[in-house]
């Protein structure tokens, strides 16, 4: 079987055919095009401001979001032993594929003079693409080769693109954050090419397990993420409610971080906390306000729901993984399904019950562009009255709030079907022995992929714990199991 030489292979060709359909279809948009002519003229005389252009408007939350996809999933899932080069590797490779393909494939559908725009949002937007690749990631982390992490990364991202285009465009939903689209979308996936890779080797793997140093790296990303999720879900807003955004993700954030250490004490027949619920429970709220960040959903709304993640993300990890590794076959290296899943369907069900209860006399006229579908039809002496006040929203379907609520219901439902779907079907292509499956011993180690030190090179060169060191004696005893079965 080939094996020299694949991998680099398969990635300069990805490359190669996408440099060739950028040079065919993507150019700058007007706002990055020296070639037009507005950026040329003094705006005094006409010309665009450069303070207006979208960069000054976007630059800081687009770095946010950088950090968070780069440094916060990657640190985040270092806390298996031995697989911290993978995690933090695998993390920057994965989303340097995801991001650029998904510029295309975002782009086939709004494509203007027989090209794709390329903007600042684009790349945000690819961005979240590659952030729902990353949680895939986390359900099957330790688990497959580099090459089936690219063919599933492709994979992904054109169903991720599809799906995307039918909840946001199509349905019309309201998703700022992408907990539906992206969380969801995400978990699921990863979860049902688990369940297709599924291994008895998974389960109680000897190297399936974290160390005090790993996870104090994997904290590291919890912060990161924590930090930075407010903008996350801002990103894509403006004005009063990108405001809101901010304010209702971190007083969300802020709850489940409670939330997360009173449960994971309580859960602990001796009051401790468990890192791996610190590690990801408190960010539960973050995902979970995702689909109403820029809602009205006041602030002991937020608090509500960013307590309700953290406690059911816990509770996941305590009682759910083991049992669907136990019972349905699904071994969730990373947890996703109790930080994304969970927290991303309980967004969803906020999102039909903030939709069916949102009117104008909460919103005034900005209504309908929370909700574009809601807006009056064309020509309407409804949408002339609004164009009185504000150019801001265009013509809509004139949907009730009880229809939005449905359609939002329909966009969650349809992710679900679409994600596990499609996960299982990438599942089976990678089992193929051309994309170099994973198991046995090969698992959760990074010597298989990496040049790796001496010293981390076999478990035997681990130091003999000294009593009066309880960090040398910490390092030697697996302290949490990612699938939540140690105690």
Same mark, same amino acid.
């Given at each position: 079987?080939?094996?020299?030489?694949?991998?680099?292979?398969?990635?300069?060709?990805?490359?190669?055919?996408?440099?060739?359909?950028?040079?065919?279809?993507?150019?700058?948009?007007?706002?990055?095009?020296?070639?037009?002519?507005?950026?040329?003229?003094?705006?005094?005389?006409?010309?665009?401001?450069?303070?207006?252009?979208?960069?000054?408007?976007?630059?800081?939350?687009?770095?946010?979001?950088?950090?968070?996809?780069?440094?916060?999933?990657?640190?985040?899932?270092?806390?298996?032993?031995?697989?911290?080069?993978?995690?933090?590797?695998?993390?920057?490779?994965?989303?340097?594929?995801?991001?650029?393909?998904?510029?295309?494939?975002?782009?086939?559908?709004?494509?203007?003079?027989?090209?794709?725009?390329?903007?600042?949002?684009?790349?945000?937007?690819?961005?979240?693409?590659?952030?729902?690749?990353?949680?895939?990631?986390?359900?099957?982390?330790?688990?497959?080769?580099?090459?089936?992490? @690219?063919?599933?990364?492709?994979?992904?991202?054109?169903?991720?693109?599809?799906?995307?285009?039918?909840?946001? *465009? *199509?349905?019309?939903?309201?998703?700022?954050?992408?907990?539906?689209?992206?969380?969801?979308?995400?978990?699921?996936?990863?979860?049902?090419?688990?369940?297709?890779?599924?291994?008895?080797?998974?389960?109680?793997?000897?190297?399936?397990?974290?160390?005090?140093?790993?996870?104090?790296?994997?904290?590291?990303?919890?912060?990161?993420?924590?930090?930075?999720?407010?903008?996350?879900?801002?990103?894509?807003?403006?004005?009063?409610?990108?405001?809101?955004?901010? @304010?209702?993700?971190?007083?969300?954030?802020?709850?489940?971080?409670?939330?997360?250490?009173?449960?994971?004490?309580?859960?602990?027949?001796?009051?401790?906390?468990?890192?791996?619920?610190?590690?990801?429970?408190?960010?539960?709220?973050?995902?979970?306000?995702?689909?109403?960040?820029?809602?009205?959903?006041?602030?002991?709304?937020?608090?509500?729901?960013?307590?309700?993640?953290?406690?059911?993300?816990?509770?996941?990890?305590?009682?759910?993984?083991?049992?669907?590794?136990?019972?349905?076959?699904?071994?969730?290296?990373?947890?996703?399904?109790?930080?994304?899943?969970?927290?991303?369907?309980?967004?969803?069900?906020?999102?039909?019950?903030?939709?069916?209860?949102?009117?104008?006399?909460?919103?005034?006229?900005?209504?309908?562009?929370?909700?574009?579908?809601?807006?009056?039809?064309?020509?309407?002496?409804?949408?002339?009255?609004?164009?009185?006040?504000?150019?801001?929203?265009?013509?809509?379907?004139?949907?009730?709030?009880?229809?939005?609520?449905?359609?939002?219901?329909?966009?969650?439902?349809?992710?679900?079907?679409?994600?596990?779907?499609?996960?299982?079907?990438?599942?089976?292509?990678?089992?193929?022995?051309?994309?170099?499956?994973?198991?046995?011993?090969?698992?959760?180690?990074?010597?298989?992929?990496?040049?790796?030190?001496?010293?981390?090179?076999?478990?035997?060169?681990?130091?003999?714990?000294?009593?009066?060191?309880?960090?040398?004696?910490?390092?030697?005893?697996?302290?949490?199991?990612?699938?939540?079965?140690?105690?």
């Amino acid at each position: 079987m080939w094996q020299r030489g694949k991998l680099a292979f398969l990635l300069v060709l990805f490359q190669v055919c996408l440099i060739f359909a950028y040079a065919l279809c993507v150019q700058y948009d007007q706002h990055a095009d020296a070639s037009d002519g507005k950026n040329s003229l003094s705006p005094a005389l006409g010309g665009n401001d450069p303070r207006n252009n979208p960069l000054e408007q976007s630059y800081s939350m687009f770095q946010d979001v950088n950090v968070m996809v780069f440094v916060g999933f990657g640190f985040l899932m270092t806390f298996l032993r031995r697989y911290s080069y993978s995690a933090l590797g695998f993390t920057l490779l994965l989303s340097a594929i995801t991001i650029q393909f998904a510029i295309l494939m975002r782009g086939v559908w709004d494509v203007e003079k027989g090209v794709i725009q390329l903007s600042i949002s684009s790349v945000i937007g690819a961005e979240f693409a590659a952030a729902a690749v990353l949680i895939s990631l986390g359900a099957v982390l330790g688990k497959t080769s580099a090459v089936q992490l @690219l063919v599933m990364a492709i994979i992904e991202t054109l169903i991720y693109c599809c799906n995307e285009r039918l909840a946001i *465009k *199509k349905l019309i939903i309201s998703d700022l954050g992408g907990s539906i689209v992206l969380h969801t979308f995400g978990a699921y996936f990863g979860l049902a090419v688990a369940l297709v890779l599924y291994s008895k080797d998974h389960k109680d793997h000897s190297k399936d397990c974290s160390s005090y140093n790993s996870n104090v790296f994997g904290v590291i990303g919890t912060l990161f993420l924590w930090l930075f999720w407010p903008s996350f879900n801002a990103v894509a807003a403006q004005g009063d409610a990108r405001h809101r955004a901010v @304010l209702n993700t971190f007083l969300g954030l802020l709850a489940s971080t409670i939330a997360a250490f009173a449960v994971s004490s309580l859960t602990n027949q001796k009051n401790r906390f468990r890192m791996a619920h610190v590690q990801n429970s408190t960010l539960a709220g973050g995902v979970a306000m995702g689909a109403v960040a820029n809602m009205m959903v006041q602030p002991y709304g937020a608090f509500i729901i960013g307590l309700c993640a953290g406690t059911i993300s816990v509770l996941g990890f305590k009682y759910l993984s083991p049992l669907m590794t136990r019972r349905f076959r699904i071994h969730d290296t990373c947890g996703i399904h109790n930080l994304h899943g969970l927290p991303g369907v309980l967004a969803g069900i906020v999102s039909i019950i903030v939709a069916a209860k949102a009117s104008e006399k909460q919103y005034n006229y900005s209504l309908y562009e929370l909700y574009p579908a809601r807006a009056p039809t064309a020509n309407s002496s409804e949408l002339n009255v609004i164009h009185h006040y504000t150019l801001n929203v265009s013509a809509g379907w004139d949907r009730s709030a009880s229809q939005q609520a449905l359609y939002q219901l329909a966009a969650l439902a349809s992710t679900l079907v679409i994600a596990i779907g499609g996960g299982l079907a990438t599942g089976l292509l990678l089992r193929l022995k051309f994309f170099d499956p994973v198991g046995g011993d090969k698992a959760f180690d990074d010597v298989e992929s990496w040049e790796v030190e001496p010293e981390l090179d076999t478990a035997a060169n681990v130091r003999t714990p000294v009593k009066s060191n309880q960090i040398a004696m910490a390092e030697q005893v697996p302290l949490a199991s990612t699938t939540g079965l140690q105690k």
